[in-house]
């Protein structure tokens, strides 16, 4: 079955380093990869996409990789500020009516 | 001018009762969800809606049953209410995707326990 992996650990930083977390995903050919973010309370909300045939996008601070062959996506957070604290998800999508499978999220913590 | 609302935020009932949660968007979009996230954070879709017709129909109980009276929105009915229903229930629309692919705009969620 589907399997999407994500470190179950919080990953604590100090402010002004990078971020990275990772997603990898078992007996799925995604179309697209989606990150989102998540804070206690809120409902997700849409980062980035990335598409199977893109290598990385980049957004402001943030930056995505996709890798089809080793079947990893990294999120990467350059600069990173408290305000960054938050769980972050990954999700992947096929074609088609857009069914996002998603991960289990990261929660990042941001230290001054 | 909230993007997608949900009501109630919180809701608390007893096993056997039965509940609705409504949403709404305001986006024009085409596709609406609705997604489950339990104790462990873990966000599962259970159903999809595109211009009011059933789409995505993940293995939910017969208990729960969505209604869609217009493409701005989508309701959750929940019959029989059990222990194991407590969660947060998400709402959530996004464009007619095609083979792109777009993101999905996600209300502030429900709240659910059941005692």
């Not at chain 1, 957004?59 to 089809?68: G, I, M, N, Y």
């Not at chain 1, 996506?73 to 996002?100: E, M, N, R, V, W």
């Not at chain 2, 996004?94 to 999905?104: I, K, V």
Request: net charge positive.
């Amino acid at each position: 079955s589907q399997k999407i992996e994500q470190n179950s650990e919080a990953l604590n930083i100090q402010e002004g380093k990078t971020a990275t977390l990772t997603c990898n995903y078992t007996n799925y050919s995604p179309a697209y990869l989606q990150w989102y973010r998540q804070d206690p309370g809120r409902g997700p909300v849409f980062l980035l996409l990335i598409r199977e045939n893109e290598k990385e996008k980049r957004k402001e601070r943030l930056k995505v990789t996709f890798d089809t062959t080793l079947k990893q996506s990294l999120f990467h957070i350059t600069a990173s500020q408290p305000a960054d604290s938050a769980t972050y998800l990954c999700a992947l999508g096929d074609t088609g009516f857009q069914k996002l499978v998603f991960g289990t999220g990261t929660r990042l913590l941001v230290s001054p | 001018d909230t993007a997608v609302s949900q009501t109630p935020k919180y809701l608390v009932t007893q096993m056997g009762n039965d509940k609705s949660i409504k949403c709404e968007q305001n986006l024009g979009h085409d596709t609406m969800y609705w997604y489950k996230q339990d104790s462990k954070k873990f966000l599962k879709i259970m159903f999809s809606y595109n211009n009011k017709e059933l789409i995505i129909n993940e293995t939910v109980p017969n208990r729960f049953s969505p209604k869609s009276p217009d493409k701005a929105h989508l309701n959750l009915h929940i019959n029989s209410l059990e222990l194991g229903d407590s969660a947060v229930y998400f709402c959530a629309s996004s464009p007619n995707p095609g083979l792109a692919g777009y993101e999905q705009y996600f209300g502030p969620g429900t709240r659910l326990t059941v005692t």
